[in-house]
């Protein structure tokens, strides 16, 4: 779990770094943020309000800045410890007392035309692709997570409305190539990549070149390890097929030798049955390579065989 939760760390941090060209880009970023880990607040005193909280400093740091370029007002910044969670801290960034803070609101696509809560995105943030790709990463900076690829893969964006999880799903697979799905876990839904390749795009998608290039080197390596133990263990299971074929032919020939001895045996047959008693561990081409002439591994099998079917002749 740490191992998984370092490595979204490091997504987050470099996704953090990025300050979107266009206003427009700017604007879809904080609003998957905010319609994510923010909440709306009704105070009698201070009227409406805005808070989003984050566990990591610098998801705060692009809020706080990305509301100052947005609306060019500052935010109020607030660090507290929790109780829980091995004590970490919990930034929150709040928007209160703002003249006008139902048409910010509105801007984000938390509120509707008619100051009602949407339950979905607002398809005026998405017009353009650019946005769509900025969107995408204030989701994952909001609520995804990504395993570390020497672990497994799995990536996930998490939400608490349904509506919401079903628009981002529809949002990453308007792009080619990815095939999110959507399920519920407790009281959030989760839009989430389990091929290691979507992921792989969905990383470029949102911006995170370097953590894709970790991401890529320990894929390669985990296939590398993958491949090198299906060999081995093909390789085992071959070596253990021979052993067993080598004790039946022994068997064999020891009942032919019991009964009427080798030289029952045409010629050619004996010589292979003698280096086979002689060399019971060397596979069917050290067994050729050993005769005079050498002998094909397909020869020698020919012959064993042969030397099988008279053993079958005792039986009868």
């Known amino acids: 779990m740490e191992r998984n939760a370092s490595f979204s760390l490091k997504v987050k941090s470099e996704l953090a770094r990025i300050i979107p060209e266009r206003d427009c880009c700017r604007l879809a970023e904080l609003s998957a943020i905010s319609r994510i880990d923010g909440v709306v607040t009704i105070g009698s005193d201070e009227g409406v309000g805005l808070y989003i909280a984050t566990e990591y400093s610098s998801v705060a740091r692009t809020v706080y800045s990305l509301i100052k370029d947005v609306f060019g007002v500052e935010a109020e910044l607030m660090v507290n410890r929790q109780s829980r969670l091995k004590k ?11 003249p ?24 005026d943030l998405l017009k353009n692709k650019c946005c769509r790709r900025s969107y995408l990463r204030g989701a994952f900076l909001g ?21 919401l999880a079903g628009d981002l799903m529809d949002l990453v697979n308007g792009f ?5 799905k959507m399920s519920k876990r407790k009281t959030s839904y989760m839009v989430y990549l389990k091929e290691s ?29 993958n491949q ?3 060999m081995v263990n093909c390789e085992t299971a071959n070596i253990g097929k021979a052993a067993d074929a080598a004790m039946r032919q022994l068997d064999v020939i020891r009942l032919i ?18 280096l086979r008693l002689a060399h019971p561990e060397e596979n069917l081409k050290e067994l050729g390579e050993m005769m005079n002439p050498p002998l094909s591994k397909s020869g020698v099998n020919h012959r064993l065989r042969k030397i099988s079917e008279f053993a079958e002749g005792i039986k009868e």
């Open 88 to 98: 970490r801290l919990l930034y929150r960034i709040g928007l209160r007392g703002v």
């Open 100 to 123: 006008e803070i139902s048409e910010v609101l509105r801007a984000l696509g938390i509120l509707s035309a008619r100051n009602r809560i949407l339950p979905g995105i607002k398809k």
């Open 143 to 163: 609520g995804g997570s990504v395993s570390s690829p020497d672990r497994g893969y799995h990536m996930e964006l998490t939400t608490a409305g349904e509506e």
């Open 176 to 180: 080619e190539g990815l095939r999110a």
């Open 197 to 225: 390749g979507q992921i792989a795009d969905f990383l470029t998608l949102i911006g995170a070149h370097g953590s894709l290039l970790e991401y890529e080197n320990a894929r390669v390596l985990k296939g590398m390890r």
């Open 228 to 230: 090198v133990n299906r």
């Open 257 to 274: 030798e019991r009964h009427f001895g080798l030289d029952a045996l045409d010629p050619s047959l004996a010589q292979v049955a003698r």
